[in-house]
């Protein structure tokens, strides 16, 4: 009996042990707790009375805080509360002033920035013309920005004078704004990026944002504060807690038992579920997402486009929509999603008819049918999508095998042409329909153009459609885009998406940004 | 002793050579350009070449591996990750107090179960007990651990409202994971002590023990247990060991910033140096956990001790096919 | 000599079939193994719906008359898949642990039958393996292999080569010293011959052990690298494969997390049952 009793003292001193250091990674400076400090850490979960704590639960961990730094979506979501850029976008996709107050076009080819004189960094240095000189150059070296800053002419372009920037652009080109809206093209400080190396500055952020970095808790949570210099005045809260949580169904379920305010990438089936839950507020709002059906226009079979219009015939996407995404967002209609600045609805349809798609496939040398194959990544979504489709391909004459390989390889697969049919998405984070051309272009790198595919007349149009300075011109060039690509089908659209995001039901100021990279500075309790 | 520690000691220096090649092999076959996961598919090829440069991975397979032991062996350097630019040691040893505090919680929490569990079916073998002990500690190996960990969430979390689903914030944080990787491992250790209490039970001295008089439960709890409970704390020692790696699936489903999700994650976005520092340490300290055990082992049983100075792997023999038991079950 | 041998072998075992029926838990768990292979080989004649009927129209359909477990969210009948995933789930774990134990078990019996520098260069390499936590293994090897069945169960069985390296190690040593052994070699058979007629027959006993465990434990990786997405190719069933993609249901559709997982509780249940009865019977201290 000695033993036992033995052993539970053990046992509750080792627990006891465990809760007393329950978080050394806690932060040293005191965090605003109710509790008695000696009982419980200072903890995230409900309800901390004094309500100036704004915690969003997101999916994965952001994998750097260098303004100029890699893109991916986390990275954004929480470094543009700590970065701005020179202009930005607002909810619908209109170009607002940020860094800039305003630009005017001096000749087809020059534009003239005129800098928000007062801006400060988070270190206090002001911000001048001759950082954003710096940020637009470093953006572009960096890589992380795509082709997006490409058409600046840096020899020519440069500070001219401490408010004003002078961007000289190698040829007119209509949509560079938007192109400036790419997050990882954000102002940071000359002098700042200069006294440090890249592996200091990518977890020591000094931008001009709303929030400052606060601490970085690795792998479970950043914590960001206000920054009381900031050139606007701000509703937003005191401080905001991004905790990483990796399963979908986890957010959904923090945001229920009220654990975080806020919870980006609710899964579907869980939109619906918190819509109809009274103690909570759900945003759901467009993206400029689009998932398709791509076509290895390399291999021989599905160079025909009766073959990939056969393809199109043969699918019936609206179950697919309804099975997949539970009825949000919409059905593919076209191949950019309807949000991007260009989007037209008048390009060619394709419906529900299996007999079309077997005569097409005879038409196109295929009377017994044909055999290929389908390639995902393990979204689970493109997953479903890829069986229900092999589902219905196999009623119309087509074998097809579902691969799944995993996000690393299948990017190797697509570098070396190896797909056949692929499910994929893209995003017009620019806003702007000029992702059609990245998309399309013979000459755009694979990550684009994910088909490889060519076509003369469609890249005649394309570049047409670039050097339109006029917008009511390039909208009608941009249309013919979409309805030669409509008609072509290198891709058939399948899904525009939606954001969904789960809030706390005294959140308030939460404004969807359909880039997914969501702005929080106005978000505040009731 | 010290002689049998050196000796031990270094044979781990080949193994864990070893354990850095088979590494660098499975990296080497592994389809995927880290520079271009790096970069993201908007990059540039230029940007892609130019990083790959950057990141020396245009050299040779055998140069990258003698610089990499250099690295680790002079500065301790286990490199930097392509994801974060961090060194790795850092990274890791900031995860790993997570790490040891959910190992030892749940080797608490399937200790007390399991050597409870294990007394009761052991006293009262072939009993209804011991089929109804038998059955809780099976239930816990045969549950998959992530649709346990999201069954407790629901219960626990969104209906009864007692507990935290995820994180890592305090005490009520660990009790749903721990508690969930406790029950399977705790089967593990019930079996042990079942059969090594059985075992025990036939032995003369207890007998003796007993036919002096003294009650039943004194003579299971100070003859009986003493002796069992030996290889009992091997396989716990073991348990411990495993669970230092890390248990990627609970971690993942209580959002818990451990080094399991961490390496995995770093498996998927191909931030090899991660992998490979990881993969290191993680062998480091098992062999070190190892040797541990197996010195407190020959510490409480003089019996083994002298069998140390010939071959120690010999009396193993029964620790190795639990610690293999354990293997499949932590390999969740 | 074959001949006498082999009928001195049937004893033992028979002795051993005699405990083993006499622990009820055991012959249950046997029944139940015996009774789900049967399914899993006449899958087509017991299943009602083949394995990829989608219709949907009936999806997340409850438990009902018409289709037993309900039907996933593709409208599939989750019973039909359930029968035909323990095909691949049954060969997963099956074939997985066979990889482990041919590896595994010709290593350890080398490393014993020789001793000396083989013995140590052989068990250095296995100590290599060991020394990899066993998951992060089996998910490096996914990946750099690439999916499919085949991939997944050289990934899950390389992890567990060491168990059966040192089992079968441990006891050809015991074995090797044994009479019958020198007796066999002083009449002049080969290596070979020793280890395939006398040593590996007489080592089985933890083997077998081991095995049976052995394959629940697969079952159970599959499940987990079906979790993180390296499961098998679909639209083929596996049972981890279910639960892991159901998971995003569990709150609203009960049903299609709930069979497949009982399905591999079940399953590992009765196997663990049929392991812990044979070392009892295999034992002969425990011999009562």
Known sequence: MKKISLLLVLVLLFVSLMSGCSQPAAPTTAAPTTAAPTTAAPTTAPPAPAKDKLVIAMGAAPSELDGNGKNDSPSLQVRLQMYETLVALDESMNIIPAIAESWEYKDESTLVFKIREGVKFHDGTELKASDVAFSLIRGDQMGYVGNNLKVIDFEKSGATGDYEYTMVLKFPFAPVLSALTVGAAAMVSEAYVGDHDLDFLARNPNGTGPYMLKEWFEGDRIELVKFDDYWEETKGVKELVFRFIPEAANRAIEIEVGGVDIAYEISPNDTLRLQGDPKVQVAVGNNLSTVYIGFNYTKENLQDKRVRQAVSWALDLDPIVEAVYFGLGSQGKNLIAPSVWGYSENVPQYGYDPEKAKQLLADAGYPNGMTTKIWTSNNQQRMDIAEIMQNQLAAVGITAEVEVIEWGNFLVALQNKELDIYLLGISASTGDGDALYNQFHSTSPFSGNTGYYQNAELDALLEQSRLETDPVERAKVLEKVQQFVMEELPWIPVWHGVNSTGLGLDVEGFVNSPSGTHILKNVHFK | ?332 | MVSKHNKKKRGPWREVWRRLKKNKMAMGGLTVMILLALIAIFAEYVAPYGFDDQNLANRFIGPSREYLFGTDNLGRDILSRIIYGSRVSLTVGFIAVGIALVIGGALGAVAAFYGGKVDNVIMRLVDIILAIPGMLLAISLAAALGPGLTNMMIAIGVGSIPGYARIVRSSVMTVKEQEYVEAARSVGASDLRIIMNHIIPNSLAPVIVQSTLGVAGAILSASALSFLGLGIKPPNPEWGGMLAGARQFIRDYWHMTTFPGLMIMITIYALNLLGDGLRDALDPRLRS
């Open chain 2, 1 to 332: 002793m010290y002689k049998y520690i050196l000796k031990r000691l270094l044979m781990m220096v080949p193994v864990l050579l070893g354990v850095i090649m088979v590494i660098f092999i499975i990296i080497e076959i592994t389809p995927g350009d880290p520079a271009r996961i790096m970069l993201g598919e908007s990059a540039t090829e230029e940007a892609v070449a130019r990083m790959r440069e950057e990141m020396g991975l245009n050299r040779n397979i055998v140069v990258r591996f003698l610089d990499y032991v250099r690295g680790v062996v002079l500065r301790f350097d286990f490199g930097t990750s392509y994801r974060t630019k961090q060194p790795v040691i850092g990274e890791i040893i900031s995860r790993f107090p997570t790490t040891f505090k959910l190992a030892g919680l749940t080797t608490i929490i399937s200790v007390v179960m399991g050597i409870s569990l294990g007394i009761v079916s052991a006293t009262k073998q072939y009993t209804i007990f011991d089929s109804l002990a038998t059955g809780i500690a099976l239930f816990g190996v045969s549950i998959p651990n992530f649709w346990q960990g999201l069954m407790s969430i629901i219960i626990f979390s969104i209906w009864l409202r007692w507990l935290p689903a995820s994180g890592s914030y305090g005490p009520e944080y660990w009790i749903l994971p721990a508690a969930t990787l406790g029950t399977s491992a705790s089967a593990v250790i019930m079996r042990m002590t079942r059969s090594s209490l059985l075992e025990v039970i036939r032995q003369d001295y207890i007998r003796t023990a007993r036919s002096k008089g003294q009650t039943e439960m004194k003579v299971i709890m100070y003859h009986g247990l003493k002796n069992a409970l030996i290889p009992v704390l091997t396989v716990i020692g073991m348990q411990f060991g495993f669970l230092l790696g890390g248990s990627v699936l609970i971690e993942s489903v209580f959002a818990i910033p451990g080094l399991g999700k961490y390496m995995i994650d770093a498996i998927g976005q191909r931030d090899f140096p991660v992998v490979q520092g990881g993969v290191l340490f993680l062998a480091i300290t098992f062999s070190f956990v190892n040797l541990f055990v197996d010195i407190l082992y020959s510490y409480l049983d003089p019996r083994i001790k002298s069998q140390y100075k010939r071959d120690s792997k010999e009396t193993h023999k029964k620790d190795i096919r639990q610690k293999e038991v354990l293997n499949g079950k932590q390999a969740q």
